[in-house]
């Protein structure tokens, strides 16, 4: 069956997707009867694709094929909806190109329909992967992000050292080619361990399949929400041998970076070898030769963009260099009207927030004081929320206090 939509298409194609959602909402209805308990069938209400919607649009309302997608949303949300109710939905091809920052990667763009069942996915079968992820896996999770696993490491430094009384070793591993390299038999295998919905793995091997490589069945695309959370499913293979198998105290892993601290240098040669062995007979990736160290604490070890050292932190400069990138990008687009100051804002929040984790209050006063003069009239959606709820507070103390 033709998949429907109705965007950049004449009013007489337009005409006969009406037609077609018509004339197929009695298959609609007859497959939502057969099976209305079934992990699909909560996938695929239009509730929670309404909720994806919402969740692929965020800092993205002003753009084009945002704006395109709206102009008939509810007749396109039910459009995708029919779509994987018949199983005719298809991915559109990846838009691919290149960044540089400064390290060479290929980010491949999902079409904004196909980012929204992304979303509708990840909503039903994140929550249930997630309980089996272990405490110290911190990417793309709630609760978790870059700040907790460095307050974690930072934890883990003290405990280990005896409050920097004693040396200690870290093994810093990276995988190599990471996202190029996943295999997706071995993927599908483990997720059919949780997911046993022969129509929800049907939706997740088309996704896997969009992304063409020059190694059929393997890797997936920067930039995906799929691709972030199954690499976290992909990797967690790996978290419980390390804290099962090999007993591993003292491990964090952000992606496909990981950690492990210990007093032993010995120890953690043994650990390499282990991990290596089970990541090319388990996983079929393999440890990065270059950028898997084993590193003396004092010498500083480069970890979530930051160089640690034992009693301070330094932001690693090719860290300072993207944000001032990413910056500069995003006052370009607020100036062709192309993002709204909400976007900006978040940037700026989330970078101070995270520089503050280093050692660098001059380089970030230096960094936002420019910002500070171009936006010094601009509030933000979450600083007005803010200021009202704390209006609303205050309001309420007072009326409080009238009374007495």
């Known amino acids: 069956m033709r998949a429907l939509y109705v965007n950049n298409i ?3 194609s337009n005409a006969n997707g009406n037609n077609n959602l018509n004339n197929n909402a009695r298959f609609l209805r007859i497959t939502q009867a057969q099976s209305p308990n079934t992990m699909y069938a909560k996938l695929t209400t239009y509730e929670n694709i309404f909720l994806a919607y919402t969740n692929a649009r965020k800092h993205k309302t002003l753009k084009p094929y945002v704006i395109e997608f709206e102009k008939d949303l509810e007749l396109n949300l039910l459009a995708l909806q ?3 109710q018949l199983k005719s939905y298809y991915p559109r091809p990846l838009e691919t190109f290149i960044i540089r920052d400064p390290k ?4 491949s763009k ?15 079968i994140e929550p249930i992967f997630d309980k089996t992820f272990i405490y110290d896996s911190y990417a793309n999770r709630r609760g978790k992000g870059t700040l907790n696993a460095i307050k974690r490491y930072e934890y883990f430094k003290r405990k280990i050292s005896k409050n920097y009384k004693r040396r200690i070793y870290v093994f810093k591993a990276d995988i190599k080619q990471y996202f190029e390299t996943v295999n997706h038999k071995i993927l599908l295998n483990i997720i059919r361990k949780r997911i046993r919905d022969k129509n929800v793995l049907w939706l997740i091997n088309l996704i896997l399949e969009n992304h063409k490589t020059e190694t059929r069945n393997k890797g997936m695309p920067l930039g995906n929400l799929t691709s972030q959370f199954f690499a976290n499913v992909y990797l967690n293979e790996l978290d419980h041998y390390v804290k099962e198998t090999l007993q591993v105290k003292y491990y964090i892993r952000y992606v496909d970076d990981f950690v492990i601290l210990s007093g032993s240098q010995k120890q953690l040669r043994c650990y390499r070898e282990k991990i290596n062995i089970f990541l090319k007979e388990s996983l079929d990736v393999e440890l990065h030769p270059e950028k898997t160290k084993i590193i ?7 970890f979530l963009g930051l160089r640690i050292f034992n009693h301070h932190r330094l932001l690693k400069k090719s860290n300072i260099r993207k944000f001032k990138n990413k910056l500069s990008n995003l006052c370009k687009q607020y100036d062709r009207k192309e993002i709204d100051y909400d976007e900006i804002y978040d940037a700026i929040e989330g970078w101070v927030a995270y520089s503050k984790t280093a050692n660098c209050n001059n380089l970030r006063d230096t960094i936002l004081k420019p910002i500070e003069s171009k936006f010094g009239g601009e509030i933000s959606t979450k600083e007005y929320n803010r200021w009202l709820k704390e209006e609303k507070k205050r ?3 007072q009326r409080t206090k009238q009374r007495k």
């Open 10 to 12: 004449d009013n007489d």
């Open 82 to 84: 029919l779509e994987l």
């Open 104 to 107: 060479t990667r290929k980010i």
């Open 110 to 124: 999902s079409h904004f329909r196909d980012r929204i069942i992304h979303h509708a996915l990840c909503n039903i």
């Open 296 to 302: 003396q604490m004092h010498r500083g070890v480069g």
């Open 395 to 397: 309001q309420y103390y």
